[in-house]
């Protein structure tokens, strides 16, 4: 919000259109309606949300059986329904006849017309609602996101409400936070909103908030799980050292951590393209444009600063998933990323290399004999490794999964 105000200002200042008036934040039906919006927010406070102290004195099984509730609720409700009595919320509420437009005094130029739409389209997107534009009296506007934001609190307990929050929240926001809550910077925060199915709720995300997200999808992926279809996982790995089990240390029969809190997918080309995506950030190179070169055409970066790491595939065979939780449900990214949330230690029953989306060849021993046959008797650069797939075959080992 104050990033709008302050951008508007700075618009009204470099101009020549508009003399304002230092004392206020900008003409008035800006600084009216987009207050209003930003109060709202503040009022959709969730008054009946745990705390992290009330979810640790929860059983790891009162949080997954609420889970196992919450999933068979969700199978069973009328999602269109719910749509339909958003929609229906907002008619009632925000009329063609009443609806928010800017005052006389701003100009017509494109430049000022495509930032007053910006501000609209920031209206109509927290509403969530298919209206064209927002009505302007306080009573009815408050009125309408309260009931909004009451019909989330009504269909859901409040445990319930937590656990599609956290859900959330890995998804679709900040998956480091959710691991280790104590990193997130909340002066950083912004205020965010859920939106699946009709389910809909907004709100401003803490470091209590990420803690009890973290209590919950630990709770939650410690779950009794049996993968019906194979599942895979996309990362980029360091052949030594490293964040991951490094590359050298893989081998048919030998044990990895995959880590705490991490998902896996049904869907083969998500896993794909997080493997491709983790490898370019982590060594700077693009992989779909061309060579950059530099003022005397080096290479950029060059070939020594490159490090020696491979987009990774772990790929776990149906049945193999012994503890784990199906998230895709609640998630911000529902039927598209299909998410399983897991975590400990899995046994590597096998490796292969894949190249492009071809089918992955396995039956390496370990990532000695994959590396050779990558090299072969061609020339290797660390820069095109993306151009291969490290595949590696786990099977979780059950024991080292405990709540």
Same mark, same amino acid.
């Given at each position: 919000?104050?990033?709008?105000?302050?951008?508007?200002?700075?618009?009204?200042?470099?101009?020549?259109?508009?003399?304002?008036?230092?004392?206020? /934040? %900008?003409?008035?039906?800006? *600084?009216?309606?987009? &207050? !209003?919006?930003?109060? #709202?927010?503040? =009022?959709?406070?969730? @008054?009946?949300?745990?705390?992290?102290?009330?979810?640790?004195?929860?059983?790891?099984?009162?949080?997954?059986?609420?889970?196992?509730?919450?999933?068979?609720?969700?199978?069973?409700?009328?999602?269109?329904?719910?749509?339909?009595?958003?929609?229906?919320?907002?008619?009632?509420?925000?009329?063609?006849?009443?609806?928010?437009?800017?005052?006389?005094?701003?100009?017509?130029?494109?430049?000022?017309?495509?930032?007053?739409?910006?501000?609209?389209?920031?209206?109509?997107?927290?509403?969530?609602?298919?209206?064209?534009?927002?009505?302007?009296?306080?009573?009815?506007?408050?009125? /309408? %996101?309260?009931?909004?934001? *009451?019909?989330?609190? &009504? !269909?859901?307990?409040? #445990?319930?409400? =937590?656990?599609?929050? @956290?859900?959330?929240?890995?998804?679709?926001?900040?998956?480091?936070?959710?691991?280790?809550?104590?990193?997130?910077?909340?002066?950083?925060?912004?205020?965010?909103?859920?939106?699946?199915?009709?389910?809909?709720?907004?709100?401003?995300?803490?470091?209590?908030?990420?803690?009890?997200?973290?209590?919950?999808?630990?709770?939650?992926?410690?779950?009794?799980?049996?993968?019906?279809?194979?599942?895979?996982?996309?990362?980029?790995?360091?052949?030594?050292?490293?964040?991951?089990?490094?590359?050298?240390?893989?081998?048919?029969?030998?044990?990895?951590?995959?880590?705490?809190?991490?998902?896996?997918?049904?869907?083969? *080309?998500?896993?794909?393209?997080?493997?491709?995506?983790?490898?370019?950030?982590?060594?700077?190179?693009?992989?779909?444009?061309?060579?950059?070169?530099?003022?005397?055409?080096?290479?950029?970066?060059?070939?020594?600063?490159?490090?020696?790491?491979?987009?990774?595939?772990?790929?776990?065979?149906?049945?193999?998933?012994?503890?784990?939780?199906?998230?895709?449900?609640?998630?911000?990214?529902?039927?598209?990323?299909?998410?399983?949330?897991?975590?400990?230690?899995?046994?590597?029953?096998?490796?292969?290399?894949?190249?492009?989306?071809?089918?992955?060849?396995?039956?390496?021993?370990?990532?000695?004999?994959?590396?050779?046959?990558?090299?072969?008797?061609?020339?290797?650069?660390?820069?095109?490794?993306?151009?291969?797939?490290?595949?590696?075959?786990?099977?979780?080992?059950?024991?080292?999964?405990?709540?």
């Amino acid at each position: 919000m104050k990033l709008i105000m302050e951008s508007w200002n700075r618009f009204l200042k470099e101009s020549n259109y508009i003399t304002l008036d230092e004392t206020g /934040l %900008g003409p008035s039906f800006l *600084q009216h309606n987009l &207050n !209003e919006i930003e109060n #709202l927010k503040e =009022e959709s406070k969730d @008054a009946d949300v745990l705390s992290a102290e009330e979810l640790k004195n929860l059983s790891s099984q009162d949080i997954r059986d609420a889970y196992k509730k919450l999933h068979s609720k969700e199978a069973i409700v009328d999602k269109e329904a719910r749509e339909d009595a958003l929609d229906l919320l907002a008619d009632k509420l925000i009329t063609d006849a009443d609806i928010w437009q800017p005052a006389g005094e701003v100009p017509t130029n494109p430049v000022t017309k495509q930032f007053v739409g910006n501000v609209g389209n920031y209206i109509n997107d927290f509403l969530g609602a298919k209206v064209e534009g927002v009505n302007t009296n306080k009573r009815q506007l408050s009125h /309408l %996101g309260k009931q909004i934001q *009451q019909l989330f609190h &009504n !269909e859901f307990t409040p #445990l319930e409400r =937590e656990i599609i929050r @956290a859900i959330f929240l890995f998804t679709g926001q900040n998956v480091p936070a959710v691991r280790n809550p104590s990193g997130f910077d909340e002066a950083q925060a912004e205020l965010v909103k859920y939106v699946n199915d009709g389910i809909r709720d907004d709100f401003m995300p803490t470091k209590a908030t990420y803690a009890k997200a973290k209590i919950i999808l630990e709770a939650l992926q410690a779950s009794t799980a049996s993968n019906e279809e194979t599942m895979w996982r996309g990362l980029a790995a360091a052949v030594s050292g490293g964040k991951f089990t490094p590359l050298s240390d893989y081998k048919v029969g030998g044990t990895i951590n995959v880590g705490n809190i991490v998902s896996f997918t049904s869907d083969v *080309q998500t896993a794909f393209e997080f493997a491709s995506n983790a490898w370019a950030d982590a060594t700077g190179v693009d992989p779909s444009g061309p060579l950059k070169r530099g003022k005397d055409g080096e290479l950029v970066p060059p070939d020594e600063d490159i490090p020696k790491m491979f987009p990774v595939l772990l790929t776990i065979p149906p049945g193999k998933l012994k503890k784990g939780a199906d998230v895709d449900e609640f998630s911000e990214f529902e039927g598209g990323e299909m998410e399983t949330i897991s975590s400990g230690n899995f046994k590597i029953t096998d490796m292969g290399l894949m190249k492009g989306m071809s089918t992955p060849k396995m039956g390496f021993n370990n990532f000695e004999d994959v590396l050779k046959a990558i090299k072969g008797k061609q020339t290797f650069s660390w820069r095109f490794a993306y151009k291969f797939k490290v595949a590696v075959q786990l099977e979780q080992i059950e024991e080292t999964v405990s709540l």
